[in-house]
């Protein structure tokens, strides 16, 4: 499956972003999906993930009660709505998706083969 991600722009903090990221090329619902993120001259972290059927969501504790991460499976899209937004919220927003990923790996980048190709945010403080 390939990964089209956008949406990601210069917000204030306190402000609100949502990304969007798009799938071609597979059958959509039979994969888990997350979005990682990198800030510069960081490794890349877990943000947020959710299963196949939507059943399983998962989220980093940094964003926990903040981000909310969905998908519409008739529109082959996932989404990221971010709300109240951080400067250390700052970086490239990368897509992933795993037709394998079990639960307890869904937090681990190298468990995901399809990756998008990062759409940048910027909060300003």
């Known amino acids: 499956v390939q990964l089209q991600a956008s949406g990601g722009g210069l917000v204030q903090a306190g402000g609100s972003l949502r990304l969007s990221c798009a799938a071609s090329?597979?059958?959509?619902?039979?994969?888990?999906v997350a979005w990682f993120r990198q800030a510069p001259e960081m490794d890349r972290k877990f943000v947020a993930a959710i299963k196949g059927n939507g059943g399983g969501i998962y989220y980093a504790d940094s964003v926990k009660g903040r981000f909310t991460i969905s998908r519409d499976n008739t529109k082959n899209t996932m989404y990221l709505q971010m709300n109240s937004l951080r400067p250390d919220d700052a970086a490239v927003y990368f897509c992933?998706?795993?037709?394998?990923?079990?639960?307890?790996?869904?937090?681990?980048?190298?468990?995901?083969?399809?990756w998008g190709q990062g759409t940048l945010v910027t909060v300003s403080s």
């Open positions: 992933a998706a795993s037709s394998s990923v079990i639960n307890s790996n869904l937090a681990n980048q190298h468990a995901y083969a399809n």
């Open positions: 090329g597979g059958n959509f619902r039979r994969y888990s």
